[in-house]
Structure formats: structure tokens, C-alpha cells
């Protein structure tokens, strides 16, 4: 069930997404329209699902014994879940940063640079230049333009979580998937993320799963509600939160369960 | 119901003799490495780590053969084993639910209790009976199968222990599965799996059975690992059962170098893993 939404750009077109860990089915039917360059909010109660959606857009659960992926996930006109997709090169492409920051232990900017010279830049100067825009972006290159040879594992939680966008966005992906990015984190951290995110989706499109309710309000275009596997609602965010079509939607947002 | 009394003293009991019970374990270690310290310690001089064995009957001589055997032996078997050992933990905590790995896993286990002296035998039809000649490789070639399920369990359970975030951040920016493991897991496993090896050649290094018919033993200077050599273990036995005192003496005092060695090899293991459990994020 979709709201009215606005036509821009569908970037990714999820066509009734199942997903079974072995036979428990944690997502169940799931379609949603994610639209270019917006913020899309996923919200749900714990275990609805929603982060084992998000894991399905950037064919994470290939990794998973016993997991398996039935529908369609289309990016730019391919399913990405075709025989003849290549994961690894999908990922390039869709980047995604975790609820845990989980920097490489190494320096900051092999950190960065990891991903760039596995694609294949080799080039010192290109490398450095991309490392600075990459932490530029992340709004972290002030902190540590000085120690950039510094272990990523000094730095505090939130500067973690910022260098692990940094190190997504060194490898110039389209799509950007964020889980929790800041449920680990204090609340100044969580607003420099949330001011951030604000400023990566002029450039990028991100979906991103978030436990508060609040903070889809604040910072998201369109929001989807989950609850036990099911996509119950999907929308503008405006629409979802003043006048949500679905009862569940409205419990959920109001505060009787969850 | 029992009284609190005999409560205290039932659980009085039960402390002391558990605490009885341990001190009996530790005992029995500290009286071996006592009594070898004691009865070993007389027989190390200089002389006695630097020179060639005397002929039978004629005072002094020393081991250095054998500890020099000792130490290419080893040397050569990690040299096999390590990179066989560690890619096959890799591989099994990759693959762990796969039926293949769950077979490996199985035999590797199996291996692990196989007499040695059997795997003597073993190194002894394929290495030393075709060619009609003792060798330390063939020694190295039984050394390196005694070491394999061990390397490969503790390769396995340090690479498990690494956190799944990590691999997983790596493979989110578009990285090969292997890769991954290989370039970013396998460094910050790595000081557990060095802490194996060290456990592993601690293991191995006082193994006498193989080499009785493969590296053979030999009273000579021997660099060369296709010729027999002498193995500081095997000096211990042929000593201890010769009929020369002076002999005897010396077999002590080389048990003694070998205790000393695998105590300092543990020691290692362990100062190891406490910096890398300091080091961990």
C-alpha cells in the first residue's frame, strides 16, 4: 500500500521482496519505490524486519547459510538479484555503513583508501585527493587532516561512524544504505550524522533504518513503516506522520506499541 | 534438612579438596621439572652446548648436533605446515557449514590422534624406504603432519573470533569474500594464530618416536636436511639407555634443554596473547 507520492526519479524499484531465513519468512512481500536523491526512512518495531530488508538491497544475505531472497530489486533498470549480476561490483555501488562503527584496524586514511585501491586506483596523488574529498564529505577531514596515519581505532564512536561514510563514499557509490548509523553513538554525534546525511543526499540517495521515530520525522522525504515482516505503509514523510493510512501506522506513530 | 553446621563443614571439604586436587597437578609438573633441573643441570657446560658427541668411553662432548638438528628439523616442518595449516583454518571458518569442511574438520581431529609413531612409520614408507636413506626432511615431513590439526584449530577459532563487523565492512565496499578474509581478518587474527604455531612447535619439539627411523640420529656436524641428522630428542634417548654414565648425565642434561625450550615457547604464547588481547579494540 503506497501514499500519493511525488514523481522523481524511482532509483530503486523493490518488487514484492521476500526473504526466508531458512523457513521463517522475516520479510513478506515487501515493494517500495526508493526515489533518487532523497532521504528514505525505514521505521518498524524491533524485529520487523527492516534491517533484514536493507541487507537485501545490497545482496548482503548472499552471505548468509540458509538465507534466501525471492522478488525483485531493480537499479536502474536491473535486478540486481539476475544470474548475471556481479555482487562485488554491486556493492561498489551501493554502499552501506553499520550500526556499530567497524573501522579496518589500520590508519585513517588506508582506512579510506581501501576501497579505491582494491578498485583498481593506484596513483598516490589521485589516492590522497580522494581520501581528503572522501573525509571532506563526512565532515571528519577537519578532526584528522593531522593524523591521517593514526589508527582509525583512536578515534571516538562518532568519529568511527563518520570515517566509515568516509570510507563508503571513497568508493563513489549511488546509493547509500545506513543501519542505525547512530543508535551507538551519543546525542552530538547523532545530530553531526543527521546534519550530514542532510548534506549526502544532494548527491547521493539514502535509505537508511532508524529505531526513532523522531528522527525519520526530522530528517527523511519518504518513510516505510514494517511491522512483522510486512511493509505495512510507504510514503512521503509529511503524509505518513500527519495522516497515515494504515491503523497499524497510525498505533505505531502515536505511540501505542513499540 | 542438615544444619548450617555441617553445611559449612560439607562445603569446607569440598574446597579443600579440590584446592588438594590441584595442588596434586601442579605438584606433579613442578617434581618433573625439578628433578630434571637437578639431575640435568650438572651436565651443562659450554662444552656441553657447543661441541660434537665424544666417541663411546672418552669423557665430555656435547649436543650441539642435536641442537642444531633440533632446530632444522622443526624449522622445515613449520615451513610445510604453517601455510597448509593456516589456509585450511581460513577455509573451515569460511566454509563452516559446508559437508566438506565439517569432513575436514572431522579427520583433521582424527589426525590429531594418531600415535606418532605411526606417523613415523608413515614418513618412514613414503620418505625414507624408497630412497634407502635417513633424512631430516622425512623427520620435517612426520613433524609437519603432528602439527597440522593443531594449526588448523587454532587458525580456525582465531579467525572465527574475529568480529563478523569487520569482515562485513570490508565486504560492504565491494570486496571478494576471500579477499577479505585474506587481507583484513587474517591481520588481526594473526598474533592468535602465531600463538598456535608457538603451542604447535612446543608439541612437536619433543617428539622421539618418528624419528627413530627417519631422521635416525648421527654423531656428526649435519646441515644438510636429506642426510640423517641428530635431533636433541632422540640424543635423549640413545643416551639413556646406554651403559656409559657420562652418557646418562648428558641425557638429563638434554632433557633439560628441552624443557627449557618448550617452556619458553609456551611462555612466549602467552606473552603474545596478552598484548594482543591489550591491543583489541
Known sequence: MQAAGEETTAKVQVDDLSVYYGKVAAVKHASLKVHENCVTALIGPSGCGKTTFIRALNRMHDLTPGARVEGRVVLDGIDIYAPNVNPVLLRHKIGMVFQRPNPFPKSIFDNVAYGPRIHGTRNGASLEALVERSLRRAALWNEVKDRLDRSALDLSGGQQQRLCIARVLAVEPEIILMDEPASALDPIATSKIEDLINDLKREYTVIIVTHSMQQAARMSDYTAFFLLGDLVESGPTRDMFTRPSDKRTEDYITGRFG | ?281
Open chain 2, 1 to 281: 534438612m542438615k544444619s548450617y553446621r555441617s553445611r559449612r563443614i560439607a562445603d569446607a571439604v569440598g574446597v579443600t579438596w579440590s584446592f588438594l586436587c590441584a595442588f596434586l597437578a601442579a605438584a606433579v609438573l613442578l617434581i618433573i621439572l625439578g628433578y630434571i633441573v637437578v639431575k640435568g643441570a650438572a651436565a651443562i657446560n659450554w662444552q656441553f652446548l657447543t661441541q660434537l658427541p665424544h666417541p663411546v668411553g672418552i669423557e665430555g662432548g656435547g649436543v650441539a648436533n642435536g641442537i642444531v638438528g633440533s632446530i632444522i628439523t622443526v624449522g622445515i616442518a613449520v615451513l610445510i605446515a604453517s601455510p597448509i595449516g593456516i589456509m585450511t583454518g581460513l577455509y573451515l571458518a569460511l566454509f563452516s557449514r559446508g559437508g566438506f569442511a565439517s569432513t575436514v574438520r572431522f579427520l583433521s581431529d582424527v589426525l590429531s590422534g594418531i600415535p606418532s609413531i605411526t606417523i613415523g612409520l608413515f614418513a618412514y614408507a613414503l620418505l625414507v624406504a624408497p630412497f634407502k636413506h635417513f633424512s631430516a626432511l622425512s623427520a620435517s615431513f612426520a613433524f609437519a603432519v603432528l602439527m597440522l590439526p593443531l594449526l588448523v584449530r587454532t587458525s580456525e577459532e582465531a579467525i572465527r573470533s574475529v568480529p563478523r563487523a569487520i569482515l562485513e565492512g570490508a565486504l560492504a565496499l565491494g570486496m571478494t569474500t576471500f579477499r577479505s578474509t585474506l587481507r583484513i581478518v587474517l591481520p588481526v587474527a594473526w598474533p592468535s594464530i602465531v600463538t598456535g604455531l608457538l603451542l604447535a612447535i612446543a608439541r612437536v619439539a619433543g617428539e622421539t618416536a618418528p624419528l627413530l627411523f627417519t631422521a635416525f640420529g648421527s654423531p656428526f656436524w649435519e646441515l644438510n636436511p636429506t642426510n640423517p641428522m641428530a635431533v636433541l630428542s632422540l640424543q635423549v634417548f640413545t643416551y639413556a639407555i646406554s651403559p656409559y654414565r657420562s652418557q646418562n648425565v648428558q641425557s638429563w642434561g638434554a632433557a633439560l634443554l628441552l624443557v627449557v625450550a618448550v617452556l619458553a615457547l609456551n611462555l612466549l604464547a602467552r606473552v603474545l596473547l596478552r598484548t594482543r588481547i591489550r591491543a583489541a579494540p
